[in-house]
C-alpha cells in the first residue's frame, strides 16, 4: 500500500491520501482521543500518536493535525497507523457511526430566507466544498442571519492561518456576485 501526502494551506495538518475511500459520505472531524476512542477506530490509531491534535477524514483522504512537534518525527508514525489500519480490515467509523457532519441540524435561518439559503448551500457544494477538500478540509453551512452566512470550517481549515483569506475573499465574494443578499461571511465553531 503506497500512501502519498500533501502539504496544506495550515502547516500544523497534513493530508494523507491512502488510495482508498475512507468515508462513503460526508465528512468526520475528531478534535480529541476521547472524542475518537468512541467513534473511530482509525481516528483512534491516530492519537496514540504524541503530537497529534486532530484527524479529519473526507472522501478519499485523511488530513492530521499536529501540535508543535516535528512532522519529520510525527510522519512515520502516522503513516504506519493509517496502512495498518487499512491493512487490518477494521472500519473507518466504529459500529453504528457514520461520516455525514453535513446534517442540517443546529442550522439556524428565518423561513422567508429558505431561496436564499437554498443558493448559498448550491454554491458551497459545487464551487466551495471541492476546492477546500483539495487542500483537506471542509466548509459546511450553520447558518444566515441579517445578510451574513455563517460556516464551519473543518479539517486543515480550521485554526489555519489563511483561512480568513479564504473565506473573506473567497467565499464571501462568489456568494456576493451570486446572491446578492450576502453581506459577510462569517467562520463558528
Known amino acids: 500500500m503506497f ?7 495550515n502547516p500544523a495538518t497534513l ?9 462513503e459520505e460526508g465528512t468526520a472531524e475528531f478534535r480529541d482521543a ?10 483512534a490509531r491516530l492519537f496514540a500518536v504524541p503530537g497529534v491534535t486532530g484527524v479529519f477524514f473526507g472522501y478519499d483522504f485523511i ?12 510522519k512515520p508514525a502516522i503513516l504506519g497507523n493509517i496502512m495498518e489500519h487499512f491493512m487490518s480490515g477494521q472500519p473507518i467509523m466504529a459500529g453504528g457511526a457514520l461520516g455525514g457532519d453535513e446534517s442540517e441540524e443546529g442550522e439556524f435561518y428565518d423561513e422567508g430566507d429558505e431561496a436564499i439559503v437554498a443558493t448559498i448551500k448550491e454554491l458551497l457544494a459545487t464551487r466551495v466544498r471541492p476546492a477546500v477538500a483539495q487542500d483537506g478540509g471542509d466548509i459546511t453551512f450553520k447558518g444566515y442571519r441579517d445578510g451574513r452566512v455563517y460556516l464551519n470550517m473543518k ?3 480550521s485554526g489555519c492561518p489563511s483561512s480568513t483569506a479564504t ?20 467562520a463558528v465553531m
Open 3 to 9: 500512501i502519498q501526502t500533501e502539504t496544506t494551506p
Open 15 to 23: 493530508k494523507f491520501l491512502p488510495g482508498k475511500i475512507v468515508l
Open 34 to 43: 476521547t472524542e475518537a476512542q468512541a467513534a473511530s477506530p482509525l481516528a
Open 63 to 74: 488530513t492530521v493535525t499536529k501540535d508543535s512537534a516535528d512532522w519529520q518525527h510525527l
Open 155 to 157: 479539517g486543515a481549515c
Open 167 to 186: 473565506l473573506k475573499h473567497g467565499v464571501q465574494n462568489l456568494l456576493r456576485h451570486f446572491v446578492p443578499e450576502v453581506q459577510e461571511v462569517e
